[in-house]
């Protein structure tokens, strides 16, 4: 069983360096156990790992941002403003507990240079 934890249109910002993400997201990711990083495995349409950092902000307002693999997963797949992106979490559905994370990519249709809709998924 997929969950959804957040998607996201991709800004510039989140192909150039890190992915934002909104906070209220933060209770479907790994627990933080006191730390303000934590890394875990993200699995990609075509089945192969990448190690994400998730980490936040001391403070009352965590702003929570992948880094880690990130960039090199975004630069692999060709990623640009516009294309929308996907994380879930997969559940056994026998048995409850997670199996692992998935990251979904949509390319944005681009008429021109310009983002007009997201295609269909495509396998990267």
């Known amino acids: 069983m997929d969950r959804l934890i957040f998607q996201k249109s ?3 910002t989140d192909v150039a360096s890190r992915l934002s993400f909104p906070s209220k997201c933060l ?9 303000h990083v934590v890394d875990f495995l993200v699995k990609d349409q075509r089945g192969s790992d990448w190690k994400f950092r998730c980490t936040i902000r001391k403070g009352s307002h965590p702003k929570p941002v992948l880094s880690g ?3 090199k997963f975004a630069v692999s797949k ?3 403003i516009g294309d929308e992106v ?4 997969e559940i056994d559905q026998a048995t409850g507990p997670l199996l692992h994370y998935r990251v979904e990519v949509k390319k944005a249709v681009r008429l021109f240079g310009v983002s007009i809709e ?3 998924p495509t396998v990267l």
């Open 27 to 35: 209770k479907k990711l790994p627990n933080f156990q006191g730390r």
């Open 86 to 89: 996907k994380v879930f979490e």
């Open 78 to 80: 060709g990623l640009r």
């Open 118 to 120: 997201h295609a269909p």
């Open 69 to 71: 693999d990130w960039h």
């Open 10 to 12: 991709l800004k510039k």
